[in-house]
């Protein structure tokens, strides 16, 4: 994979964790948590796609407790939303789009690691949409939530399937660096267009 | 293993996570979930049982992401109970049955798939149990209820709990394929019985 | 490790083990749960946190699964709170400090199984905290509350994470037998201190 392209990926990946973890910051804020709340809603809404992932594939610790910029990213986001509180118009814009970058790249990622790891395009895709998707599920059941994604909303899991799809077609191809970011612009641009045009699932 | 015995056991097991999508699917009905929410309940219903035992066993990528039959199945399930609601006397009469036939063939592959892994009796019996009974948890809890199991219901846990015991007395005497056979009938069984009976638990 | 330090954190260790199923048990009969919802607490709550942990290691099947002293001990707990109601001062007065030690001996035991499988200090106090407070955390969940450790309580999860920093110490130094009991010893002790002078997180 060349060096700029690498670059690009890991950016967008701790964004979203960033972003994921501010998110959980603005609802532990809501509810009222003390610090650990703070910090566990980052963490689970940052890095519980992956580790889930991880531990789904079984083959070895999950990333996010041996690459340790990623706990880091989601504790100064927790950090950040304890000691300010996150809303107005700059977060309400870029939120969305931050989110969209996340679940594309993590759906991209995470279909990739399934299909190095020699699992097949089913499992790549699952794995994928599981990855981009997984973190928030376990924040909303913590919360005591039905979680999002079942319905009510503009496409998400949708497009986090097609990103993994994407990629599954670029790796057949061959072409990873370029699957993975294509798949990454696919899974973001269709979370945001159907967000902007209110497209939901029947 | 024959491959008659292991024909029958293959059905057994396919049926019961066709009946549990096919009730993963009813529950989203109910809750106006949209075809995701239809998907990730039908898997969850079927197949959540299975890949907690393969996680806690850590010997391996869950079967579920491996052999493709498996979520096939529980999307068919999701799409039929997706495109026409499913109820009337046919499923009320059909459903107890292959959901007990489920119940007795996964607490003794469950328990049959520890013991050939090394591990002992009362692993076994436990993960038998959590293999029949695991699913139905995480899905309760998807929907923020509490789990159906703990409570107020007529035998569940115990008959996959017996069936556990059932396939490691079979296995002691090296009759797998009898074991598997007769766990599946002991635990459909006593669940059948009991639901008939109104039995339940202290 | 010389025997007699060994022999005080296994009882220390089962101590909790057992007050934790107590618990489980205590919170089963105040929602009228039949004899399965007193053990799937108990082992939830007493066994929880170090089945997580070892999920997360992903370094073979769980220790509570392997050495079944612990599911016992559990069972046992959950057969005494279902005959005998637990209650009364005696339960009121030692509960606290069983549970205390029961942290402080888990993050301290947690770290050091982290560290000795090569993962670094980060992950080591994360993982700590997990196996100290993870099974209450999935108790809460299947009881349908929000997780108490999110806030609103005495320091719980703080006292872990300094029980589990404390190993890490005493690891770097060589002093693994010392390391487990004085990291019990600082997160027991943190624990009734904030407990009986009522800090609590901002």
Tied chains: 1, 2, 3.
Excluded at 10 to 35: E, I, W
Excluded at 49 to 75: E, N, S
Aim: with cysteine; hydrophobic share 55%.
């Amino acid at each position: 994979m060349n060096d700029a392209a690498m670059h690009v990926l890991r950016v967008t990946d701790l964004s979203g964790v960033l972003a994921n973890a501010l998110l959980g910051g603005v609802l532990a804020r809501a509810r009222g948590f003390d610090l650990v709340g703070f910090a566990v809603l980052a963490v689970v809404s940052g890095l519980g796609g992956g580790i889930i992932r991880d531990i789904l594939l079984q083959k070895g610790t999950p990333v996010a407790l041996v690459d340790h910029t990623y706990v880091l990213t989601a504790l100064v986001g927790a950090a950040v939303a304890f000691l300010v509180p996150i809303r107005g118009r700059a977060w309400e814009r870029s939120f969305p789009v931050l989110d969209a970058l996340a679940l594309g790249c993590w759906a991209a990622a995470g279909a990739q690691k399934a299909l190095s790891l020699g699992l097949e395009w089913p499992a790549a895709i699952a794995l994928g949409a599981i990855t981009a998707a997984g973190g928030g599920v376990v924040r909303d059941v913590l919360l005591r939530q039905v979680p999002a994604v079942f319905g009510g909303n503009t496409l998400y899991v949708t497009p986090a399937l097609l990103a993994a799809g994407t990629m599954v077609l670029f790796h057949a191809a061959g072409q990873v660096t370029a699957g993975l970011l294509v798949a990454t612009g696919v899974g973001a641009g269709l979370t945001l267009l159907s967000h902007h045009q209110g497209w939901r699932l029947p």
